[in-house]
């Protein structure tokens, strides 16, 4: 568990394509190579050019490798709002009650984690996390689900409880409040966590929350 276009004619567009530091590294080496390639061609500049192509491509299909096997879910800060996105793979699924509030957040993750499916499910109350129970309690739903054993608390949409007197009947390993709630019920939660030394997680501070497994 860890702390997640279209194209005018004669136009080129470089739109949701993820680049990290080592991609960036062999595509310089690789423009850079092509150049001197251009300039003065030696069999020593066109075997270096290839290398550089050849690595960026073998780096390009591992990191899809790896994206096959990756399972995750992150609890998302978008602002007045609620999301969760369960990555399998590579694909996506957006636990949310508004979709175009979530777009930016959605389409960052997508981006940075190569994942090409995506699909929209009405956000839930309750999760079971690889044998663990993660409860949402928002405005509405401000009751905690019978005979759970609650493992992460996450509070949503500023659900009017006592949160004190709620931790006296259940012992969750982390509480989480997200993006949707008042700052003035957050930071009476985050008292109340701190005097039980309870860890609690604010996205407005802390960023995404990210649950990651083999």
């Known amino acids: 568990m860890g702390y997640w276009a279209g194209c005018p004619a004669g136009k080129l567009s470089f739109r949701n394509i993820s680049f990290d530091a080592a991609q960036l590294i062999l ?15 030696s069999y020593k500049r066109v075997v270096v050019f290839l290398v550089f192509v050849l690595c960026f491509q073998f780096y390009v299909l591992g990191i899809g490798h790896l994206a096959q096997k990756k399972e995750s879910l992150m609890i998302g800060h978008v602002a007045r709002n609620s999301g969760l996105i369960h990555q399998t793979g590579q694909k996506l699924t957006v636990y949310c009650s508004n979709p175009t509030a979530t777009i930016r957040m959605t389409n960052d993750y997508a981006i940075a984690q190569n994942t ?5 499910r009405p956000i839930k109350n309750s999760y079971l996390i690889k044998g663990k129970r993660m409860v949402l ?13 609650v493992s992460t608390l996450v509070l949503t949409q500023s659900p009017k409880i006592n949160l004190d007197r709620l ?15 008042y700052k003035s019920y957050v930071d009476r939660w985050k008292a109340t966590c701190h005097k039980k030394m309870l860890p609690f997680h604010y996205t407005g501070e802390k960023g995404a929350f990210v649950y990651t497994w083999p």
Request: charged content about 15%.
């Open 167 to 181: 931790l006296d009947s259940i012992a969750p390993d982390i509480i989480i409040a997200d993006g949707s709630n």
């Open 137 to 149: 309690l928002d405005s509405i739903n401000t009751a905690l689900p019978m005979n759970y054993d």
């Open 27 to 41: 595509s310089y080496g690789i423009i850079i190579t092509m150049v001197t390639v251009f300039i003065k061609a």
């Open 116 to 120: 090409t499916e995506l699909e929209h």
